[in-house]
Each structure stands twice: as C-alpha cells, then as structure tokens.
RNA sequence: CGCGGGGUGGAGCAGCUUGGUAGCUCGACUGGCUCAUAACCAGUAGGUCAUCGGUUCAAAUCCGGUCCCCGCAACCA
C-alpha cells in the first residue's frame, strides 16, 4: 500500500484579495496534511493561484498595471497565508509558472490525439457596455441588467470544445466504484444527478486577440485556452506531470479539497478530462459550504466582510484556524459574526484550554516531582481509528468535540480531586492526582496538533518544562 | 412545474443514510468552589423537531402535499 499523501486546494483566482472562504479551505487542506504526516505517511500538499482569463486582465487595465505585474501582486499575497495561517504547503504553483503551461499544452495535446476536443462556432452574447461576453442567464429579458438600453449583440467564433458529453456514463460507473470519492454524501449525490441529466461539451478556448491572458493552444496561435481547462490540469503539473513521471506516480492519485461552486469542475470536468488523457481520477474531493455572516453571503456592497487578516490580529493564528475548523459543521454552509466569534473564542480556548492548562500547570509547579512526558509523544495518532475516520470524512469539528470533552472532564477531575488540599498531607493522593491532570493535559496538547500547532507545541513545552503559558486571553 | 440547500427549546447547530427514551455549545436562573485567564463544577427552567396527510406497533428520521427562508447573476470558496 501506498505511504504518501497528496492533496491540493483549488486554485484561487486572483482577482480579489484572500476571502475567508479560501481561508478556511487551505486550512482544512492543512490539518489533513498534518494529521496524515503524524500517521506517518510522506505528504505533498499544494496550492496556488489561477492567473488566466478576462476578469484579471480587466483588473489589472483598471489599475494601470500589465496583468503580469498584477498577478505577480496578488500570488504574494496568497502565498503570504503561508505565514498568516501557518499552512505548510509543499509547493505553491502558479498557472502562469513555466512548466504548468507545458503541461496545459502537452496535456491539451493528448486529449486532442485522443479526439476529444473539436471546432465548433460558438455563440455569446455580448453586451457593449460593459464590453463582456454574458450568458443566457445572466440577461434579464434579453437585456444586460446594468445597461438596459444597451442592445445585446449576438457574436460567433470559432472556439475548442471538449466533448463532455462523451463522459456521462464513464463519470457514473466511476462514481459507482468509488462510494466515498465526493464528501459529503449530498454533494456526492448532486453532481450524480448533474451528469445523469446529461452533459454538455464546453468550450476550451478564446480568441487570442480578444483575450491574450491564456496558455497558447498548441498548434493553433489564435487561440488561448479557456482558463478552466489549464488551470484543473495543476493538480498534475505541480508534481511534475508530464516529466516528472516517477514523482508523479509516486504522488498521483490525490485528494482535493474545494468549495460547493467547484463541484462540477473538481468532480466531473477535471474528472472527464483525466480520463481523456488516459490518466487515472482523483481519489477523493472534499467539498465545503460557505461561510455567510449573519445569515447573508459576504459582500463588500454590504460592507459585512471579514477577513483572513482581520481575525488573526484579532484572535492569533491558531484561534483562528480553530475557529475557522468549528464554526460550522463540513460540507454545510457556516453563519458567522464577530460576537458569535468572540463567544466561541472565549468558552473554548481562553475558558477551556486556555484555563484549564493555566490551572493544571500551576497545580503542577507545586509538586516536588517532575513527570516524563517522553513515553506518550506518539499516542494521539497511532491506530487511532476514530481520528482517522472523523477525518476521511471531512469531519474536523469530530476530533475538536472530542478534545473539548476532554478539557472538560479534566476540569471536572480537578474539582472532584481538590489537588490544593491534598497538597500538604495526602502527598501520595496529591501525585497521582497532578500526575493525571498533567498527563491528560498534555494527551490535549498532543491531540490538537494538526489544528493548531503552535498551541499544540506551547502546552507540550510548558509541562515539559514546567512553565506556566498564557495561551488564549479572554477577550 | 429551472436546479439545489434549509426550517429542531432565547441564539447557533448535531441527529435524518441504517425509524424505537430529542442531544451539543452559548445564553438565563439557583447553588458550590478558589488550583485557574471574574475562569471552573453541580443542578434547574425552556422544544407539539415549519405545517398537513400517509406508511408503521413506533416518524425529527421514510413517502406525498403546502407554506416560508437562502444560494445558483454580482468582488468573491
């Protein structure tokens, strides 16, 4: 069996700055890689930024800046999460690096040999005033919602298409084979009966004259690949695909983990286009809700944003990852605030583990012995089966419950133990009393490694040391 | 009949796949305690599980109807 583990974020899209949503999605891509490199298997993790298409091109003409310089910005602030959140990503690609667009290339070449990608007229309807191309949907009686007196103008060009729709019952019978292969159930069940409805082939490319920002279709100058079609074909070329090829076995098949709008592209398109070039599917796609603030999608019109960075200043990295981990429960749609935040913050950290490890260690400090902790280093995350399921199936809050009973049955030992008035004439009773307490600190501190490392190594190092740690203070 | 998600004590949620005493966190109230970050512990109150009907010995859970909320278009995962 294979010891390696390899999972990957979607590619952000880097016309806007970090949203807390892709926060919560790296983070989540984080404990996993943590928790299966303390099972002890060899992890590649990855992610990056997707740097194709219109809208970033339009966004770096409104600031003045060429779309390179532009990219170049905003990948500086992505990889900056890297220090914000503490993700340990192994690689950090990006769609305009070197050696993805060869891939995007050569992996366009083999899906075409194989036949699955052809010319075709395509239709759009373009609105002069904003000068975009927009779909059927997104007209309100034929008009373009902000400039109904502008006319619609119907534009046709030659654009490549893949066909899609030869996929349907190879996607299905793969779903059929692979039970677990989406998380949660629902979403799994959704993107069934998308490809049951049958599927449409889409198109692949634009017209480079009109959109230069793309990776060349190979042999064909004019045209630019549509960016979806480049930027799913990361997941391979950050291993090294097609080069690579022992670095990419050693990796490939990997987990993904996105958000509930990636679902078709993560579970079905990038699925189809693998087997287009005869590679084999992902193993498993995690999928996310949203996350809305008091009920109400995060919008900077509403002026109800909150931020990565914002969080941080106020909570510290690690209370933010928790927070982020367990503000909702997986694969549904989370509701937050500030003060629901702040709440959680409080009863759970500064309250729970906070105070309990502040409690236990100054318990701790009276006692003449000193413990070797050395013995149970390894513990939380040896055939720990219920840990390994929580998180086969994208279910951190599981493993944050557990610990959160665990903090609380520490403190309800010491209140039944009394450890202060044992002190002085029961010694015996008041050393297995501290022993426990401080063995079962330290089991917690063990545990929370993966979600929050820098608590994890403070608690471990306090007991070891016998140092009293202030960890989350009360806000 | 476009597609999908949701409606569970004051708030936020779990439970629904595999029907069988309605659970968690926060808040409120009462009492206890002092080792601790005015933290902690014990206990109390509070729910006809949106609604109507069906299946069943038994429905929050399965089936059908109805009502309401939210996404799918927008900077965004």
Redesign the pocket.
Known sequence: MKNTYYITT?L??V??KP????A??IVSADVLARANKLFGKEVFFNTGTDEHGL?ILRKAEELGVSAQEYCNAQAKNFKSLRDLLNVEFDRFIRTTDADHKEAAQKFWKICDENGFIYKKNYKANYCVGCELEK?N??LVDGKCPDHPNAEIEIIEEENYFFKFSEFGERLLKMYKDNPDFVKP??RF??II?FVEQGLQDFSISRLKEKMPCGVEVPGDEKHVMYVWFDALVNYISTLGWPNEEENFKKWWPGVQF?????LRQQSAMWQAMLMAANLPCSKKVYV????NID???????LGNVISPEEMVQRYGVDATRYLLLSM??FG????INWA?LD??FN??L??????L???VI??YKKAEFDLDFEKSKRKPFVDNIELEKSLDEGRFGDEI?RI?KLV?EL??S??QQKP?ELIENEPEAFRESIEGLARGVYFIGLKLKPFMPETSESIVNSLEEKNKV?????L
């Open positions: 979607t952000p899209y016309n806007a949203h807390i949503g892709f919560l999605e809208k779909t949907s997104e159930k629902k069940n959704e009966s996105c958000g509930k709008d990636n996310n809700g949203f996350i009920g109400q999608k995060m919008s900077k019109s909702g429960s549904e749609d989370a509701d629901r709440e959680k009863a759970d500064a309250n729970g583990i906070g105070n490890t502040s409690r100054t318990l419950t959160m609380q403190d309800r010491i209140e202060w202030k960890l989350f203070p009360r």
